[in-house]
């Protein structure tokens, strides 16, 4: 993939993310707050003050989450962003590492 294709890419997954924590803030799941920097989008949970951090790594071609589990890193296959380690799913690791944040 070209280093455009990965930005484009990178973009529209940071959007849908922050997409995904605002629908979660609308419907009374979450109290968060969504702050983007560039390629860094920031989601921090009100009620505990932590926070989760997703950005783009462009050298790598590869998206990062931080959560107050540790830290991953997200590969492409085509049509998702899958954990370079144990195969997960980066949306599916965002919903589960949230409700644990988010308790």
Known sequence: MTETEFLDLAETCLKQVEEMFEQAFEDDLYDVECARSGNVLTIEF??????????????MQEMWLAARSGGFHYKYDGQHWLNTRDGSELFATLSRLAQEQGA
């Open 46 to 59: 009100v009620q505990n003050g932590s926070k989760m951090i997703v950005n783009s790594q462009a050298p």
